[in-house]
């Protein structure tokens, strides 16, 4: 049985394309044999995947959107798939997993009549409306409750469609049994005091996490508590403009950079505090991952997992809309409060809850599908 993994472009640490890399690897082990669509990819390509990319010439984004999905459509009508899954919104699609926000929600109500009418938006929208719309066929499988709620309030023909799956966070994300030694050696490592206090902000999309919420929040604490804060932010973007940032905002000297890390665990246990105040987000997989390895979180409401964070009671939600002022009081908070019972809710929240079988699920579900069409996708 051959599957087709689709979606426009692969790196290495994005969370879509880890998610995608995951059920990959479930498929395979399913006796699949995986076939990756997409129009470019950087990095290793995952032992046993099938790397399929159309020679696309173009600078133009939305050019290069609208001939990937005319070579998709032309490779599966030639191509025999048992099932063909999306990680990104296009037509042809048998599955999609649900790794974006509505964009029919934010285009509609978050921005103007001319955002609408861009080149851009048209071309969402209409790659949208081809898995979400009335007419569409696709299965949808959806992460978070909110995610789900915007995307009912603009198709609400496609909850028939729509399955819940939980969560795929790796298990080497819980809090090991040597998380005291972990932690000490983390901070040997990074030179911080035992009773200097990290933040930790991971994931790419920059603007979209709220790193510059981050920093002002950091820049408004009192002397006496900014001098102790050791900010470390993971993940491949801007770096220049957030270092540049934090010189402007005065911080700079306990501001540290870097791109994603295989060794994340340990930064989960040498750190005090999780940052993730995203103006945006499905779901926020970093989130449920600090929450499970003990480490308290700060988020907005508007992550799509900030749920698990009030439920598993390991942090605190600033509500939305977004208030500056807000965080920046929360977060005076939180580093001044007894951070041990959020640890220990984070870690019992992680022990009970169905949270790393996702990948498995996901091939089950659609391995399942295909062999109920007598011909495949």
């Known amino acids: 049985m051959k599957i087709a993994l689709v979606l426009f472009d692969w790196f290495a640490y994005g969370g879509l394309q880890r998610d995608c890399r995951r059920i990959g690897e479930s498929l395979l082990a399913a006796d699949c044999a995986v076939d990756v669509l997409c129009m470019s990819w950087e990095g290793p390509v995952p032992e046993g ?44 699609l048998d599955f999609y997993f649900a790794a974006d926000t509505c964009f029919a929600w934010k285009a509609t109500r978050e921005r103007n009549l001319f955002y609408r009418w861009a080149p851009r938006s048209r071309q969402y929208l209409a790659f949208e409306r081809a898995v979400f719309g009335p007419s569409a066929r696709t299965q949808l499988l959806m992460l ?20 819940d799956i939980p969560p795929g966070i790796a298990r080497d994300r819980m809090a090991p049994d040597d998380a005291s030694e972990v932690r000490r050696e983390f901070r040997r490592e990074f030179s911080i005091a035992a009773d200097d206090l990290v933040l930790l902000q991971v994931g790419s999309s920059h603007p979209i996490k709220g790193v510059d919420r981050s920093l002002a929040a950091i820049a408004a604490l009192p002397e006496a508590l900014r001098q102790r804060v050791h900010y470390f932010l993971l993940g491949p973007d801007r770096h220049q403009r957030h270092a540049s940032e934090a010189r402007q905002l005065g911080i700079e000297s306990g501001v540290t950079i870097l791109d994603q890390r295989n060794d994340l665990p340990r930064f989960y246990q040498g750190a005090d505090l999780l940052l993730q105040p995203s103006r945006k987000e499905s779901a926020g997989m970093v989130l449920l991952e600090a929450i499970v390895a003990g480490l308290p979180v700060l988020a907005t409401a508007t992550c799509g997992y900030a749920f698990h964070v009030e439920k598993a009671g390991a942090g605190v939600v600033v509500p939305a809309p977004f208030s500056q002022q807000t965080m920046n009081e ?15 809710n984070g870690i019992a929240y992680g022990r009970q809850g169905d949270f790393y079988d996702m990948p498995d699920r996901v091939a089950q579900r659609v391995l399942d599908a295909a062999g109920k069409s007598d011909h495949g996708h």
């Open 49 to 92: 995947f099938n790397r399929v990319m159309p020679e696309i010439r173009t600078r133009n984004k939305v050019a290069a959107r609208n001939r990937f999905a005319a070579f998709l459509a032309d490779h599966l009508a030639s191509h025999s798939y048992a099932a063909v899954i999306g990680f990104n919104r296009l037509p042809g």
């Open 330 to 344: 929360r977060l005076v908070y939180m580093l001044n409060a007894d951070r041990t019972p959020w640890r220990n």
């Open 144 to 163: 978070s409750p909110l995610q789900k709620q915007e995307f009912l309030a603009c198709y609400p023909q496609s909850e028939a469609r729509m399955t």
